[in-house]
């Protein structure tokens, strides 16, 4: 039996995508998961709960790499800490961690930063973690998925009119891309932070729903809104963004027409 190698939030939009990645490179896998499952597929699932601290141990042993995909708006830090001490007691497993560009450059610091932009400080605390964990460790910060703006999009437009945060700036990337790169990363050696991975287009949100709403035929007025707050600001500069890395190949576009025309 070959050593397994264990993706927490290996159910969501991205960790299932590097579980079948895995698979097919013809590794064992083992998911993390808050509710009981039965192996399928060649994927073993373990029950446990990151955030409340059960399971992990059972989970982490004998692994020989841990892809950490699993998030959420607040509490990563929390989440990854619990991980990072089950598997140092496990041994030396090699820990990719998947954070967000600009985690390190967006202050979130006042309420309304706390209320809108949690997530940057979380994934940031959550970095900090697995750099100092003592475990041999790989972090790979992309930007915002597309399947995430879609979600987004499709509660939004729902409203008589939609409200968009003005003048912030994105640089959305395909999340089978970064599943790619997560494989590739977790297959190589330990790395510490690696180069960003970006998107091939830079968008304000505004274009984007915009574009979303001719490939749903729709026709809503779109209401651009001034955000306070330092987080906002920063995001309004580009801190969400890594032009020099604009590695993806998908655009917003060639999504649109896969997942929203297609079913028009």
Known sequence: MTTP???TGGTGTLGR?????????????RVLSRHAQSPADG?????????????IDAAVSGT??????????????VATANLVRAASRAGQ???????????DRIPVVSSVDRAMFSYFASKYAAEQVVS????????????????????VADAMAKMPAIPMPKGMLFQPVDSGEVADRLVELALDSPAGLVPDMAGPRIYLGTEMMREYLAARRLSKRILPVP???QAAGAIRAGAAIDPARAVGRRTWEDFLADRVLSSV
Do not use: M
Request: hydrophobic share 40%; aromatic share 6%; charged share 20%.
């Open 5 to 7: 190698n264990l993706v």
């Open 17 to 29: 995508q590097v579980v079948r990645r895995l698979r097919d490179a013809g590794h064992d896998v």
């Open 43 to 55: 994927v073993e699932y373990v029950l446990g709960d990151l955030s409340r601290n059960i399971g």
């Open 64 to 77: 020989g790499v841990i892809v950490h995909c699993a998030g959420s708006q607040k509490g990563d830090e």
């Open 93 to 103: 497993p090699h820990l990719v961690y998947i954070s967000v560009v600009g985690a």
């Open 132 to 151: 100092g964990s003592g475990l041999p460790w790989t972090t790979l910060r992309a930007t915002q998925f597309y399947d995430l703006v879609l979600k």
């Open 227 to 229: 955000v306070p707050g």
